[in-house]
């Protein structure tokens, strides 16, 4: 049946206000106004990483900087130390950067076009931002959208060549009072009724309009192009251990785990290479049976581990961390496991 504007929206809001999920960063259905900064900072973490993993992070952000004046005077190094763990390390530079040019400003731009002249900020988070904090009509779009918008309107053009078609619709359906509501309407119907696998259709407040639950098999939506498959790049780390000491480097400003402290390693390449090239220093090193991998954006790693230990705590590029106090040098998840091996 064709989308029915007005009565979607009033049935999507209505189940809104009986079903949202309660989240650190919320005002309740109906609160005209959501704090910016709470929204925007949950909105960067929330980028590839799930809601249960995101909210001890944020409780701990906001608890230490609570303003966005508070984070901007942050330290680099303590802002990324409190980032381990969430990935997309660029995501935390992005972050600092963003709140230092807000501070300046004097506060948030209240509009998408403004906001997404801020570092970081890109067309989703702007739109999230200006909809749930300002109130402005954006059209905001993440993957549980996507996916309501997908078998709502039953789009057979694979992801992501569909997705103009899904803003498309996203924004047809979009509501000037109450936007921000309406987007969070759609984020929890996918995420708790929509949901990837097994769509709960008889709970759904707008199955009476929807044309994959109509076509008998809602969950072949989205359609999705078939995977490309990752390329793998091989590498080694270094546990270097001198009287109760581990040795980490911080990796450079730019490029992947950029800013972070973590344990040395060789280049990583297409191809294993001999590691005992590469070694910080020459000492009895030993190869670790585990082997860690750890999947980027556009390649996998497979990083061996090759642990030594030595006398003293020779001057080496790098800092000597106690060893009983690793857990706390906020070293990304590959490192953590890597050094554990
Ligand atoms: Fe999703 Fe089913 Fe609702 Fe359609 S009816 S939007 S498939 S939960």
Redesign the pocket.
Known sequence: MPVEVTAFQTALLGWYDAHARTLPWRSPPGTPSADPYRIWLSEVMLQQTTVAAVIPYFEAFTTRWPTVAALAAAEDGDVMQAWAGLGYYARARNLLACARAVTALGGFPTTEANLRTLPGIGAYTAAAVASIAFGEAAVVVDGNIER?MS??FAVSTPIPAARPELRAHAAALTPTHQPGDHAQALMD?GAT??TPRS???DA?P??RW?D??ASGD?ARFPVRAPKRIRPVRFGTAFRLEARGHVLLVRRPPRGLLGGMLALPTSAWTPAPVDWRTEAPVPADWTLRPTVVRHVFSHFELRLSVVAASLAARTHLPGEWWPADRLDEAGLPTLFAKASRA
């Open positions: 309501v078998r709502l119907l009724v929509c769509p709960r259709c759904c707008v199955a929807c994959a639950r809602p």
